[in-house]
Every structure is written in C-alpha cells, then in structure tokens.
Nanobody, 119 residues
Framework: QVQLVESGGGLVQAGGSLRLSCAASGRTFSSYAMGWFRQAPGKEREFITAINWSGGNTYYADSVKGRFAISRDNAKNTVYLQMNSLKPEDTAVYYC????????????WGQGTQVTVSS
C-alpha cells in the first residue's frame, strides 16, 4: 500500500514557477511509475505527466510539454513537478498518483494541492 501527500501549491503570477512535491510512504515506492494529474473547476481530471520507476522514461501532455518537468528521488520516496512559465489556465488542484507501467492509475492518490495562477 502507498500513501501520497502533495505539497508546494500556492498562488503565483502568470509567468512564474512552482515546484510541487509528493512524498510517498511504503517500501514499494520505487516499484511504481508515478504521475501528476490536475483538475480545474468544472472540468475532468487531466493526466499531465508521468515518470517510470527509474526516471528514465517520461510522458508529458501537450498542454504542459516544454514548461513542466517531472522527476523522482527513490531514496527520498518523493516525486517532484517543476512548473515554469505558468499560465492562468494551469490553475487547478494537482494530484500525484502511483501508476502501473502502462501509466494506468493504481488507485493510490494524494489529497491534492491547489495551484492558482493569476493574470
């Protein structure tokens, strides 16, 4: 079983940066791929990025490609999301999730952290 806790959200101006962290409990963290999703008010949850267990393979949705970067530190049981050049449309609750190798969600989710980008 994996428990996930996100942190690092907040309010930032357009063009700014934020770094989200997702700390995982459990000794099986390194066996999972990890991903970040986001959900804006009135919209469906969007899968935006993922990283495999070793960090050697990543995925980015077109909406964040070139601006966001996912990374992980298996020694610290933590996955990160560096968000640069933020836009008002990036405003959402951001969730980390443990994934299968095909990027499918395992059902382990964090509680979410709010990111608000002002124009």
């Amino acid at each position: 079983q994996v428990q996930l806790v996100e942190s690092g959200g907040g309010l930032v101006q357009a063009g700014g940066s934020l770094r989200l962290s997702c700390a995982a409990s459990g000794r099986t963290f390194s066996s999972y791929a990890m991903g970040w999703f986001r959900q804006a008010p009135g919209k469906e949850r969007e899968f935006i990025t993922a990283i495999n267990w070793s960090g050697g393979n990543t995925y980015y949705a077109d909406s964040v490609k070139g601006r966001f970067a996912i990374s992980r530190d298996n020694a610290k049981n933590t996955v990160y999301l560096q968000m640069n050049s933020l836009k008002p449309e990036d405003t959402a609750v951001y969730y980390c999730a443990a994934l299968y190798t095909n990027w499918g969600p395992t059902g382990y989710w964090g509680q979410g952290t709010q990111v608000t980008v002002s124009s």
